[in-house]
């Protein structure tokens, strides 16, 4: 391909500004991306400003005057914002909408509805179809009527109803351990245990792709803090080795299902480094309970050692669980600890009932009814078979609810979702600096509900997609970024 094809249907001073936008987005994002690349906060794609809603009614503020819009004063020094134009400029010059924001106008279940036209979906974490069963939908009904919407209080508070202690007892069974602990958001349950938990002189090590909750609570906590590289366990014993005897305590955190390239951690060699080193094992298994083992029971279940391995279990009820909210199981002492001293338990609104309730409902069906894992896993199987004669990349992917198609540069993974979307699939890429610079890709996240047929149907139109852009001779940043002005 020729530089001069690079940016089809800019004309020369679009072309410059989409250059110059481009170059200083990559440059003012690339000092944000952590050593891995994962995870940095900030813009997360080149494209358009996201899309919202319709003007609201004119507010009025206290004195009966309209709402100021330019309040707070001043924010336009704001690295994060100055980014963000950034990125939308280029995206802007290159012709990109955001893929990001889109609206559904109802339930999002294996189809959804956008801009009035129904499209596949493969962007919701409805791993097992709960989300979209009847029964978690009247055990969320049925406390609703029966306790209110919200519990109007912390815990420690006023907040803890029957249906809280009976969720905590359930997880508790589920990983074999004395305790758990509910949380109203996943995101600060990583947060709060972390933060509470690790103390001045100990040290936090994680999986260079963990995510952002478990750094942000590495960062909150006055620990010692450090990343290895992406499931290198070689690199996390050499860290050990040196630096195990200048710590009280030491924590590993994994994923056990890897949210961006739905891959494993090593857990067997991961238990037997715990052990070597005197160390604690926290794993988050917001994406892997549902998908990851035979009846989708989690990484444990996947390498069949017993859940009360492991010191610290930490999940999501926004996923698998047809539900929102975090939590953590592990011992007495532990969830003690918690329940008393993490800020997002002590300081935060309970869990509304209605939604411990149908998280309990959906951990009872995941059970119950183990067929919904297989459907899943035979899913993945069937996306990553179907990728592969179609030449598509998966990367590490091991085809358990979280399938990502590498594409490389980013601008081109979010014109592709823009094609997809207009050829009736819905699926999000994750674009630098969200992954480490020319790895974006289509993030699929499949459900046991969605039929072969429309993961065939996605997978020939990202292809077609793909091609069509090349025949284009769309580059990209990447083309943008090589070229001469
Ligand atoms: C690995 C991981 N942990 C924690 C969270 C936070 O969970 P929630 O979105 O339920 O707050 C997420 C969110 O996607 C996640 O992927």
Redesign the pocket.
């Known amino acids: 391909m020729t530089r001069q094809q690079a940016g089809p249907g800019l004309g020369p001073t679009a072309r410059i500004a989409a250059l110059a936008a481009a170059r200083q987005a990559v440059a003012a994002t690339a000092g944000q991306a952590s050593s891995s690349g994962r995870r940095a906060p900030g813009p997360s794609t080149f494209g358009a400003a996201p899309v919202r809603a319709g003007p609201g009614p004119d507010l009025a503020g206290p004195q009966g005057g309209r709402c100021r819009s330019s309040r707070p004063a001043g924010l336009a020094t704001h690295e994060g914002l100055r980014q963000m134009q950034l990125l939308e400029q280029a995206g802007t010059a290159l012709g990109l909408a955001s893929p990001y924001f889109r609206l559904h106008e109802g339930h999002a279940r294996t189809r959804t509805r956008i801009a009035g036209q129904e499209v596949l979906n493969f962007a919701s974490?409805d791993y097992l179809g709960l989300n979209a069963d009847p029964r978690p939908r009247a055990a969320a009904h049925g406390a609703l009527d029966h306790y209110g919407i919200s519990a109007s209080g912390s815990r420690m508070v006023s907040g803890t109803r029957p249906v809280h202690l009976a969720l905590e007892e359930a997880l508790a069974r589920h990983y074999g351990c004395e305790a758990a602990l509910s949380f109203v958001?996943?995101?600060?349950?990583?947060v709060s245990l972390i933060a509470t938990l690790m103390e001045e002189s100990d040290l936090v090590l994680s999986d260079g792709y963990?995510?952002?909750?478990?750094s942000t609570g590495m960062a909150l906590s006055p620990a010692a803090r450090r990343s290895f590289p992406h499931n290198d366990l070689a690199a996390l014993e050499r860290i050990l080795e040196n630096a195990r005897p200048l710590h009280r305590h030491v924590l590993i955190v994994v994923?056990g299902l890897?949210?961006m390239d739905g891959d494993l951690p090593d857990l067997p060699r991961l238990l037997a480094l715990r052990d070597r080193y005197d160390a604690w094992l926290l794993i988050?298994e917001?994406?892997a309970l549902g998908p990851v083992g035979r009846t989708g029971r989690g990484v444990f279940e996947h390498f069949g050692i017993a859940p009360s391995e492991v010191d610290i279990w930490?999940g999501?009820?926004?996923?698998s669980l047809a539900s929102?909210?975090?939590y953590v199981a592990g011992s007495d002492e532990l969830i003690r600890l918690l329940a008393a001293r993490a800020p997002g338990h002590v300081f935060s609104v309970a869990l509304p009932p209605c939604l411990a309730a149908s998280a309990l409902e959906a951990l009872r069906l995941l059970g119950d009814e183990p067929g919904r894992a297989a459907s899943l896993q035979a899913n993945g199987a069937h996306f990553l078979r179907r990728a592969a004669e179609l030449g598509l990349d998966c990367g590490a992917a091991i085809g358990a609810g979280v399938l990502p198609v590498m594409v490389g540069d980013s601008a081109l993974a979010s014109k592709l979702s823009e094609r997809l979307l207009e050829a009736g699939i819905n699926v999000a890429p994750v674009t630098f600096p969200g992954v480490p610079m020319g790895s974006a890709r289509l993030r699929f996240f499949l459900s046991a509900d969605h039929q072969p047929e429309e993961i065939d149907t996605a997978l020939t139109a990202t292809r077609a997609a793909l091609d069509r852009l090349a025949a284009e001779g769309f580059s990209g940043v990447a083309g943008l970024m090589g070229q001469e002005v």
């Open positions: 974490y958001s996943g995101h600060a349950t990583n963990i995510h952002n909750s478990v994923e890897y949210s988050d917001a994406h930490m999501t009820l926004s996923k929102t909210g975090g």
